[in-house]
């Protein structure tokens, strides 16, 4: 049971760039988010899914997209990449609502030059 | 929206000791209340939760205690182990809602010395 997969584990872009951080997991939870983890701190929340076709942003979600095609995969789009997105992004899913019990991915390190 | 502090940032104890690491949050709407234990190059790990309408919960070493009426929870754990140490994180959310949001503490870097 692989759980959440992302990749890549590292990338390096540069500035205007654009990059999509891939997502997917095998446990059928409706519930999917994006979060960025500067460091020294905790976890802050780009966007999140209820269920195919749904999306709604979180708390900080400028100069990033998502889609929900399907109940497994979750992209995560960073379009003209700036130096303040360099950061590890991590991917979670979970079957309650309210975000309980999340299960993490092992997280995509970013750094934006 | 909620906001959760959590304190200390960094712990330093010696194998066998007890260590303490206090959140507080600010939203009365909040009742669902985890901690995930982050070790390095990995993703954050579910260890235990706790729901408001408990005081207390328990696994093995690892205890979980909540004061509604103070906004506060605070993680236990006892008999430190070396593999004890990592990054542990406070949440809170509501989880009655379909918002699906949680905040995060900003983290406390446990250290265990053998």
């Known amino acids: 049971n692989a759980g959440v997969t992302q990749t890549p584990k590292f990338r390096i872009l540069k500035i205007g760039q654009s990059m999509t951080l891939q997502c997917t997991q095998d446990?059928?939870?409706?519930?999917m988010y994006w979060y960025r983890q500067d460091p020294g701190m905790g976890l802050k929340l780009i966007y999140y899914?209820?269920?195919?076709?749904?999306?709604d942003k979180g708390e900080v979600p400028n100069g990033y997209n998502v889609s929900r095609s399907t109940t497994e995969d979750f992209p995560l789009r960073l379009e003209l990449a700036a130096p303040s997105q360099t950061s590890v992004y991590f991917c979670a899913s979970s079957q309650g609502q309210g975000a309980e019990k999340l299960f993490f991915g092992s997280g995509t390190q970013l750094s934006v030059l | 929206g909620e906001n959760v502090e959590q304190h200390p940032s960094t712990l330093s104890v010696q194998e066998g000791d007890s260590a303490v690491i206090k959140c507080t949050y600010s939203?009365?709407?909040?009742?669902?209340f985890p901690w995930y234990k982050q070790e390095l190059g990995k993703g954050p790990q579910l260890i235990i939760d706790i729901r408001s309408n408990v005081g207390e919960k328990k696994d093995q070493r690892i205890a979980v205690t909540l004061n509604k009426t103070a906004k506060h929870f605070s993680l236990h754990i006892t008999e430190t182990q070396p593999e004890d140490s990592a990054v542990y994180f406070c949440?809170?959310?509501?989880?009655?809602?379909?918002?699906?949001?949680?905040?995060f503490g900003d983290g406390t870097t446990l250290t265990v010395k053998p």
């Open positions: 949440a809170a959310s509501n989880s009655n809602t379909n918002a699906g949001k949680s905040t």
């Open positions: 939203d009365s709407a909040s009742n669902y």
């Open positions: 446990m059928n939870h409706n519930y």
């Open positions: 899914s209820v269920g195919a076709g749904i999306t």
